[in-house]
């Protein structure tokens, strides 16, 4: 097993693929490719790279390392399974790869931003897949979550996921041009991963991101249509003290250029990433 994976790891380095989509180097993807083909655990310890392969195994797992690099699908498309916050969920070319830093920090409740004990409802928009949702919903076992997305191709997939991780009950699924079909619905915290990436940027982006749904990226000439949306409405629908924490990746400097008056906190991530603001309803109100 550790050979062929290691084999595998070769192929994609040599092919520079893009690594981003839930992996960040040739061994894991490599790892992650193998293991589906061979229908193995990903926890298996080191016994299981010691394991012998039979032919028609490594054939398979062979095949699908070399989709991965013709094709320059994002591996968790390939293999149907992609991992946010500890939790695994379907994902397909209906939605993002989940990939955001935001896990960090809904695993701990948001703290210390938040009181985890203290939260009743959560809004999350621009679900896609469902991750952010329902990671919420495990990390806040209080809250109620509304989960927005303007693609019904999108919620068809996150509906997938709440029955997996059964949270019927509690995340409630919204077709929704941002907050249009909320009403007055409020929330202590809204968290949102929306479109950010320009159109410049969107030119540059590796193939890999062509698979993926282009409404879920593209936002405007400059990243900042969605964006601007939520800041301008965000209030309206925040409890007092209610936070909202938005994700905008590597458009933060336009972001900063676009609202020099509004005082936000950029949140720091152990485990990397960035692009992720922080303000409070009471600064929104006020700015």
């Not at 990436?197 to 879920?216: C, D, F, Q």
């Not at 992720?276 to 309803?281: I, S």
Request: hydrophobic share 45%.
């Amino acid at each position: 097993m550790h050979r062929l994976i290691a084999r595998g790891a070769r192929r994609l380095k040599r092919a520079r693929v893009f690594f981003g989509h839930g992996t960040d180097n040739a061994w894991d993807e490599a790892a992650s490719l193998t293991l589906h083909a061979l229908g193995l655990p990903h926890a298996g310890g080191g016994a299981l790279y010691r394991r012998r392969v039979r032919a028609a195994d490594a054939a398979r797992a062979r095949e699908l390392i070399g989709r991965r690099i013709a094709e320059r699908v994002p591996a968790p498309y390939l293999t149907g399974v992609s991992w946010f916050a500890g939790l695994p969920f379907t994902v397909d070319a209906r939605v993002l790869v989940p990939r955001s830093p935001l896990a960090e920090l809904i695993e701990r409740g948001f703290a210390p931003w938040a009181d985890p004990r203290r939260v009743r409802r959560v809004l999350d928009l621009g679900t896609g897949s469902g991750c952010i949702a329902i990671a919420c919903a495990k990390a806040l076992p209080k809250a109620r979550v509304d989960a927005v997305d303007i693609s019904g191709a999108a919620l068809e997939v996150a509906r997938l996921n709440v029955r997996r991780h059964r949270l019927a009950r509690r995340v409630r699924l919204v077709r929704s041009d941002h907050f249009r079909a909320l009403a007055r619905n409020t929330y202590d915290i809204i968290v949102a991963n929306p479109p950010y990436v320009g159109a410049r940027e969107m030119k540059r982006l590796p193939a890999e991101y062509r698979h993926e749904p282009r409404v879920a990226l593209a936002a405007g000439e400059r990243g900042l249509d969605s964006v601007a949306v939520i800041l301008r409405e965000a209030r309206a629908h925040l409890r007092p003290r209610g936070l909202l924490i938005v994700e905008v990746g590597n458009t933060e400097a336009v972001v900063r250029r676009a609202y020099p008056r509004l005082p936000f906190l950029w949140l720091q991530f152990s485990r990397g990433g960035g692009g992720v603001f922080l303000l409070t309803r009471e600064q929104l109100v006020a700015h």
